[in-house]
């Protein structure tokens, strides 16, 4: 039985086949082997919040056997090597993967490459030489990168960073700060963002480029790890720029017109994010309907009290019609419409319905409910914090008003 009545192509039917198989041989495989690693905190970081180096390892290994079988970079575009699949696969694949893995079975989070961490539309721009000596490494998942766009001053309004690249000779030289950078403790390679021409990018007219920048660069600092709510660990750090020398070669795309790889980024997040919604909360709903039909109270199962099962039933109506809009905004993006309400809408009501379903599967189970081995505290915190990361709540309804206003209104 489906629920949802747009077939998807065939291709894509198989593409989601591949990651069920590669799921269960690949990543369910490897939890099961190192359970006592990767479902403990204390086991999972260093004393400094770090991965350690056991992580590391298996989390490389699901990138380049996921490369290797021809998932990893599915989104990047076909002319750097990827397999040039559009939106709708994207959110398919994530779709899949969270709503198979949701928080439990974390490794296969990294299965397809993030469009933030690895081979994805965002690299289009590379010139021969980053082609030659970055790429490869990228492609096969031996190498990750991280996406350097906010800054302390610099959140919702991007386009006021302050981070400078000024000219030195044929390159430049790189100054500034960036904080929440994902990725950034583990990442080889960073895509930074910095301001080129401080005109232009006072009036919001362009004068922001990025650079390719490896983290193994004189002056690139690392300068904390940021812990995050829940955790002993992290993905998030702070970095600092002490005049990196940036050879020509580094800028990605065009100088002073990195802004549109940066909205290019953070669109493919609205999507990427969608799909971590709606399957996180099917994950977590499915859960729900097993446990309700099972424990009993005052003599009677639970799923006989409306009040557990009215909440279960709105969350999922709200998760079904997340889905349906993903489904529809996914093709429009992939006609080439830009969609800017649509994937607004879509990616906060998404994120939204799927952080109440999975806070009501948390009340469902009662006590049961918040104990790390059901991990739905964890899907819980993820979800949560992507209600401000690419784009929060209020920024995409701001955005939305504003389609609005200018006589976009078809609804
Ligand atoms: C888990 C996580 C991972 C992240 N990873 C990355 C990364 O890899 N790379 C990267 O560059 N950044 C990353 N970020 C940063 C993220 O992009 C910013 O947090 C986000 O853009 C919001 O900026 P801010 O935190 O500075 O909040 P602010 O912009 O300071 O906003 C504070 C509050 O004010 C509200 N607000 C702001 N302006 C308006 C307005 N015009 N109307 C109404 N309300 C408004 C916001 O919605 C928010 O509630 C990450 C963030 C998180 C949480």
């Excluded at 079975?105 to 021969?128: E, F, Q, R």
């Excluded at 390719?212 to 750090?237: C, Q, R, Y």
């Excluded at 969350?315 to 079904?320: I, K, M």
């Amino acid at each position: 039985m489906t629920a949802i009545a747009y077939a998807y192509p065939d291709e894509i039917v198989a593409l989601k086949e591949g990651i069920a198989n590669f799921i269960r041989a690949e990543v369910i495989a490897r939890h099961e082997k190192h359970h006592d690693l990767l479902a403990d905190q204390r086991r999972k970081y260093t004393a400094e919040g770090a991965y350690t180096p056991e992580v590391l390892q298996l989390i490389k290994e699901i990138r380049m056997a996921s490369a290797k079988a021809g998932y990893y970079a599915m989104s990047a575009p076909q002319d750097i090597g990827g397999g040039g699949l559009g939106y709708l696969a994207y959110l398919a694949a994530w779709e899949q993967i969270f709503h198979l893995c949701g928080a439990q079975y974390w490794l296969g989070h990294s299965m397809i490459s993030h469009w933030a961490k690895g081979p994805s539309p965002v690299l289009k721009g590379m010139t021969p030489e980053l082609r030659a000596e970055v790429l490869p490494k990228l492609m096969t998942g031996e190498h990750s990168m991280c996406f350097a766009l906010s800054e302390p001053g610099a959140g919702s309004d991007a386009a006021m960073i302050k981070t400078r690249a000024e000219r030195d000779g044929d390159g430049w030289r790189l100054s500034g700060n960036k904080i929440w950078i994902t990725n950034s403790p583990y990442a080889e390679q960073a895509v930074v963002f910095a301001v080129t021409d401080p005109e232009l990018a006072a009036k919001r007219k362009g004068g922001i480029s990025t650079f390719m920048v490896p983290k193994n660069a004189k002056g690139f600092v690392v300068e904390s790890l940021i812990n995050m709510w829940g955790h002993v660990g992290t993905d998030e750090a702070i970095l600092r720029f002490d005049d990196v020398r940036i050879e020509p070669h580094q800028l990605l795309g065009e100088l002073n017109r990195g802004f549109k790889i940066a909205m290019l980024g953070v669109g493919l997040g609205r999507i990427y994010n969608t799909g971590r919604a709606v399957g996180m909360a099917r994950w977590a709903l499915e859960q729900a309907f097993d446990y309700v039909k099972v424990r009993e109270t005052f003599g009677k199962k639970i799923a006989e009290y409306q009040g557990v099962t009215f909440p279960l039933a709105e969350s999922a109506t709200q998760v079904h019609a997340a889905h349906l809009m993903a489904l529809n905004v996914a093709q429009l993006l992939d006609q080439g419409q830009p969609a800017t309400k649509e994937l607004a809408m879509t990616k906060m009501y998404a994120v939204e319905a799927g952080k109440n379903a999975v806070d009501r599967v948390i009340q469902a189970h009662g006590a049961m409910g918040f104990t790390n081995e059901m991990y739905l505290t964890e899907a819980y915190m993820s979800l949560r914090k992507v209600n401000v990361a690419d784009g929060t709540n209020e920024i995409l309804r701001h955005v939305v008003a504003k389609q609005l206003l200018s006589g976009d209104t078809d609804l």
